[in-house]
């Protein structure tokens, strides 16, 4: 077996079967958006860390310095914002390549604390070192939360709706013009979904203190994956409706123009880095309000079900999307 057989999330089950904490329970480790540690009576302290990785992840000719500096964070601030918690302190390790700018550093620097700025994020610490070729930029964020709201990727119920914080699709169609060379100018909102997208952490808490939703996770790798994990981590199945999929308006138009499937976007596109959320059915009134108080739109896509596909209704027919979309390895 290899690399690419197994996958990045294979690998990281590999992992997981040979390193599971033996902590009774109290610990969440690998699996989650986030790490949970049970930090006193009430409330527990949140981990994440994510890595970003120059021709991986982003292209230096295709996005500034200083909006780079604000997507790390962002996208670390995304994976609270997933358990419902509230960010606290950053950690910022960056490889840099000899001949980088120290002008292009700075501006990366002053993204990330525009950013931290406006999350109320404290910089802790982080480690820099020099490297031959592609930059990289690993943060690890931090924060907190009353255990008893954390929203775990395992909860998720039979008969639950699936709720999405469109719209989707924005992000992948925004790389499409960064990588065909489109002009820009055409569609600032793709361009700014893709390289600096806001992280849904006022959402996320205002869901996690409602108690009302049952699991939670970021879209970074697209519904169908991600949605994936939840029913992985729940033991269940789920079915989406595609004509419900609350497509990035701006992609429905340039899929148009290009001949491009908008709803392949949304669904296995990723990095947009909205929240997907389950709920019992009586409590989905509430949670789009709770939306619509934040100017953030809820929409139901679909239903929990039994068996552990993910399975799109599409024009009378039906498609197992269960993990496709992003895979590092997999090539997808
Ligand atoms: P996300 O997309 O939310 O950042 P990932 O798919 O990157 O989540 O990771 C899923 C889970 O696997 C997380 O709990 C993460 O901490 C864990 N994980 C990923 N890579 C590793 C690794 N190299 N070692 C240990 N745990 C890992
Ligand atoms: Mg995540």
Redesign the pocket.
């Known amino acids: 077996m290899n690399l690419k057989e197994i996958g990045e ?1 294979g690998f ?1 089950e590999r ?1 997981r079967r040979k390193c599971s904490p033996d902590t009774g329970g109290a610990v969440l ?5 986030c ?1 949970v540690i049970p930090y006193d009576d009430q409330s527990c302290l949140l981990i ?1 860390t ?1 890595l970003l990785i120059e021709h991986i992840h982003f292209l230096v000719d295709k996005i500034s310095f200083r909006t780079l500096g604000r997507k790390a964070l962002a996208v670390n601030l995304s ?1 609270i914002a ?1 358990m419902g918690g509230k960010p606290q302190y950053a950690f910022l390790s960056l490889a840099i390549p000899q001949q980088t700018q120290l002008d292009s550093l700075d501006r990366l620097i002053d993204g990330f604390t525009e950013m931290a700025d406006a999350f109320h994020v404290t910089l802790l610490g982080g480690d820099t070192t020099s490297c031959r070729r592609d930059l990289g930029i690993s943060v690890t964020v931090t924060g907190t939360m009353p255990c008893n709201q954390v929203l775990y990727r395992s909860g998720a119920k039979i008969g639950d709706a699936i709720l999405v914080s469109g719209p989707l699709g924005g992000s992948v169609a925004g790389l499409h013009i960064l990588l065909q060379n489109l002009p820009l100018e055409n569609y600032p909102e793709l361009i700014a979904a893709h390289n600096d997208p806001e992280p849904e952490v006022r959402l996320g808490r205002a869901v996690a203190e409602s108690r009302l939703a049952s699991a939670m996770i ?1 879209l ?2 697209g519904v169908a994956s991600d949605l994936g994990h939840i029913c992985a981590e729940s033991g269940v199945g789920a079915e989406v409706y595609a004509a419900a999929v609350p497509v990035h308006g701006c992609a429905a138009s340039l899929a148009r123009e290009t001949g491009s499937d908008a709803l392949s976007w949304a669904l296995y596109g990723g990095e947009d880095y909205r929240l997907l959320l389950t709920a019992p059915q009586e409590c989905v009134d509430s949670l789009l309000n709770i939306g619509r108080c934040l100017e953030r739109e809820l929409t139901v896509i679909g239903t929990i079900r039994s068996g552990n596909e993910v399975v799109l209704h599409r024009d009378q027919s039906e498609q197992i999307i269960t993990g496709k979309g992003f895979n590092h390895f997999k090539g997808q």
């Open positions: 999330f990281i992992i480790g690998i699996g989650d958006d790490a994440t994510d994976d997933a970021d970074s790798d």
